[in-house]
């Protein structure tokens, strides 16, 4: 190793390292192989998955990988440039087309991951005279783009239509263009944001809607998300999500009219700006889209394993295949996430800032590519730590 001097730099991070861990906020990565039906290999470790967004398990489905290795030997391993230079690869319109088919919308453009897409779409929208009313639990990607538009934001109740509605009779008017943001599916919750409701009072008030489905495509509405889940076809503008949750790779997208999405292709820089997504992880999310299209009962799986484990517990039946378990403490989050790894589970405790104060929790995700007894051993493990009484106490 070169000798390195200690430098003021090195002296800051080493300070905000100790803050986080004297709040048990710290953060490590650690090394973890999946493979197939949810099994992972993680700290020497070999468990079951119950914490991946992987919900239909297509990452690791025989026809998904061999269209990535088949599009990989054809266009090669990377694009080589932005999508408006030369990595436009013939596999993106295909895969937009679908998209947008199965979204019902007019066209969608694929961004390079769901992150990029919520930093790109909301600037190329909305600007300084404007408004963007936002749930005030909606994924941290969005507040990206929320600052990056330099609009001002309003935050409403989560899920409260009539604060949305107070916030824009008191305020719509003082403001050129209106932008209400949702996440479709609440990845701390597991809940529906109300898109019928919000989608009608947007229309009243000429606000344009845009709908995160990260969570949503693929697990509910017949797969085809959120809007579709709460009858809001129509009502909803801008239908984002991403393709590395049930499609089980890596991109992001957005739905919407043609015109809208050829803005986007000129105007959002998070598009313009990065290199185009390599061949083989389009071919992947074209592929498990005719998958998703094509097998409903694997797509109704996920929802269903998960109300078989809420059943069991004597928990709230779930809408999707997001169950929390709020613990409270950071600590007892973790050393209860700590309990279940040692069972042979994965299931990750989640901690603020990504959850409110005092709302530290295990978060399962079900997938259609666990086994039944992967269901079944979990529930015991679940009731052997007296889980589902602690947070019942807590409540
Ligand atoms: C995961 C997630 C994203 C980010 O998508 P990536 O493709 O992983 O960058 C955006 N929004 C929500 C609600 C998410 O859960």
């Known amino acids: 190793m070169t000798h390195k001097p200690t430098s003021s730099l090195d ?5 905000k390292l100790k803050a986080l861990e ?5 953060r490590e990565l650690t090394s973890a192989a999946r493979g197939p039906a949810m099994a992972l290999t993680a700290g020497g470790r070999d468990m079951i998955s119950f914490t991946d967004n992987d919900y239909l398990g297509l990452s ?9 290795v088949e599009a990989t030997q ?64 909606i994924h941290t990607s969005i507040h990206a783009g929320l600052k990056l538009s330099g609009a001002t934001v309003r935050f409403f109740r989560h899920n409260d239509v009539a604060h949305a509605a107070e916030i824009l009779d008191a305020e719509r008017s003082r403001f050129d263009r209106a932008l209400m943001v949702v996440d479709g599916v609440y990845s701390m919750d597991g809940d529906i944001a109300p898109l019928k409701a919000l989608g009608e009072l947007c229309a009243s008030h000429d606000v344009w809607l845009m709908s995160d489905d990260a969570h949503g495509l693929g697990t ?12 809001a076809e129509g009502l909803v503008h801008l239908q984002m999500g991403t393709l590395s949750k049930a499609i089980g790779g890596y991109g992001g997208y957005l739905a919407a009219s043609r015109v ?5 292709k000129t105007r ?36 269903m394993l998960a109300r078989r484990f809420t059943e069991a517990l004597g928990l709230p039946a779930p809408e999707t295949p997001i169950v929390p378990l709020v613990i409270g403490a950071e600590a007892d989050a973790m050393a209860a996430s700590a309990a279940l790894a040692e069972a042979g589970y994965k299931v990750t405790a989640f901690r603020p800032p990504t959850v409110p104060e005092g709302t530290s929790r295990l978060r399962f995700c079900f997938s259609a590519s666990h086994r039944d007894e992967d269901v079944t051993g979990l529930i015991a493990a679940v009731r052997a730590l007296g889980l589902s009484a602690l947070t019942k106490a807590a409540e």
């Open 22 to 26: 004297a709040t048990n906020r710290r």
């Open 74 to 137: 054809r266009y090669g391993a990377g694009s080589g440039a932005s999508r408006l230079v030369t990595g436009n690869h013939p596999l993106y319109a295909e895969l937009e087309a679908k998209i947008a088919d199965f979204k019902g919308m007019e066209a969608a453009i694929v961004f390079g991951s769901g992150y990029l897409a919520n930093s790109g779409i909301i600037p190329a929208l909305v600007g300084k005279s404007d408004v963007i009313l936002a749930d005030e639990l």
């Open 220 to 231: 509910i509405g017949a797969g085809r998300g959120a809007v579709a889940a709460m009858g």
């Open 11 to 15: 002296a800051f991070a080493n300070a």
């Open 268 to 303: 959002a820089r998070s598009l313009v700006y990065t290199t185009g997504l390599p061949p083989g992880t389009v071919a992947a999310a074209l592929k498990a889209l005719e998958l998703i299209e094509a097998d409903a009962e694997m797509v109704a799986r996920p929802v």
């Open 60 to 68: 690791t489905h025989p026809a998904v990988v061999a269209a990535a």
């Open 260 to 264: 809208v999405i050829d803005l986007m």
